[in-house]
């Protein structure tokens, strides 16, 4: 039990759909994060959020579209994807976006690009 | 343009310590060195951070050069569910922001 949920665990999408990944964090954090693990990559960093706010964008392409109503809760919206965005997307949190803080991770959503 | 070295692969006999090392040659002087584990099909799951000096928690020891280039991650008796991929990480400091940077890993086997 790590205090961040993703759902779905798993996804498969054609590339024309529109879905959307939730991530929840109990942890009265701050900062919330998205991740791309690609098979045999680094992490890739997406975005980060503080209170609410977008404070990083990694050049990730329009057809990712993140959202944070409020501290606990972040989305990310997918709209006509490539299939060299299947991956598996991580979302953390840490209690603020600072260079020293550790970071919670969820266990992912499974993505799958048809 | 790895900011992290480690070695791909360890074995580790079961109630021993596991030392895991990291070159970080080219870290700055306000990154911080990360090691996370990941168990397969899950999250990654943080262990311990420091900057300069030797920390320990209750998972485990970071220990850190005096020159910063290098760290070494302790597991001081190890079990069969430590058996993970290990991240040595550093904070990399961009233009953009601040990049939590994650190395390919030493994937530990904790051997009965």
């Known amino acids: 039990e790590t205090g961040v949920t993703q759902t779905p665990r798993h996804l498969v999408m054609g590339m024309t759909n529109k879905k959307s990944l939730k991530c929840e964090q109990h942890?009265?954090?701050?900062?919330m994060y998205w991740y791309k693990q690609s098979a045999k990559k680094p992490l890739e960093l997406m975005f980060v959020?503080?209170?609410?706010?977008?404070?990083e964008n990694n050049s990730v392409p329009s057809r990712f579209s993140p959202e944070c109503p409020n501290s606990s809760h972040l989305f990310l919206h997918l709209h006509t994807l490539q299939p060299e965005d299947s991956a598996l997307y991580l979302c953390?949190?840490?209690?603020?976006?600072?260079?020293?803080?550790?970071?919670?991770f969820g266990d992912g959503t499974r993505l799958s690009i048809l | 343009d790895a900011k992290t070295t480690q070695p791909p692969s360890m074995d580790c006999a079961e109630g021993r310590a596991a030392n895991l090392p990291c070159n970080h040659s080219?870290?700055?002087?306000?990154?911080?060195v990360y090691w996370y584990r990941q168990i397969h099909s899950q999250g990654p799951q943080y262990i311990i951070h420091?900057?300069?000096n030797n920390e320990t928690n209750e998972m485990a020891s970071l220990i850190i050069t005096e020159d910063r280039k290098s760290s070494t991650l302790i597991l001081p008796h190890a079990t069969l569910r430590d058996t993970a991929v290990y991240y040595c990480?550093?904070?990399?400091?961009?233009?953009?922001?601040?990049?939590?940077?994650f190395g390919t890993g030493t994937s530990l086997t904790v051997i009965p």
């Open positions: 942890l009265g954090h701050n900062a």
């Open positions: 990480i550093v904070r990399v400091e961009l233009s953009t922001g601040n990049q939590f940077y």
């Open positions: 959020y503080s209170l609410e706010e977008r404070v």
């Open positions: 953390a949190s840490s209690q603020e976006a600072e260079l020293n803080q550790p970071q919670h």
């Open positions: 420091g900057l300069k």
């Open positions: 080219t870290i700055s002087g306000n990154e911080y």
